[in-house]
């Protein structure tokens, strides 16, 4: 009788053995961005697109396409998951010379509105002029821009949140609310710039 409850007692530790090795690692999960917001400032270039194409340009009352972006240390982060912050999106180039020109006064307006409720999301669409990645990313530390969560959008219309946003050119930029709306098209040299989206920011 001994021999059988000890042979019973291996079988059940063995069964327990097998299923946790089976079972999955929480820790391999990937951990969503918008509770570590600060974790997705840098440059990142792994985008899924989610929804369709807008048609034509934003317009104000449109829903912002969406889109996943994938980081090395195994962070998802959508659009969508912005949900009840208010975002400023600025499509920008390296050689667009308004560009260049109003990044300053960007990175200084921004980063004076000192609220866990407001997101920028600087797009570079530098691929599409065979710009490398990593000049962009010279770019970004050189202007300061480490405060955004910063993409290096892709060429194909497959990869492109440019093409999904149907802009045409840079510089654009478009405010939206917390719904995940597009509130405006908005750049850095306007004159309303930050208190349009401090007044966003208050509904």
Known sequence: MMKSVLTAVLLSLLL????????????DEPVKGFDKITEL???HNNIDLISSKSEGM??????????LVKTDDNIEF?????RGKVV?????????HFCVQAMPGMVEATNSIEDEDFVVIAVSTDATDNV???RVSEFVD??????FVNIYDGMSVNTSIGY???ITGTPIGFLIDKEGRVVRLLHPSSSTFKSSILEELDK
């Open 16 to 27: 327990v053995s097998c299923k946790q090795s089976t079972e999955p690692d929480s820790n």
């Open 41 to 43: 400032y840098g440059l």
């Open 58 to 67: 934003l317009k104000t009352g449109d829903l912002a396409p969406d889109f």
């Open 78 to 82: 959508s659009l969508s998951d912005l």
């Open 88 to 96: 400023y999106m600025e499509f920008w180039r390296t050689r667009c």
């Open 132 to 134: 490398s990645e990593s």
């Open 142 to 147: 050189e202007y300061n821009m480490g405060n």
């Open 164 to 166: 999904q946003y149907g």
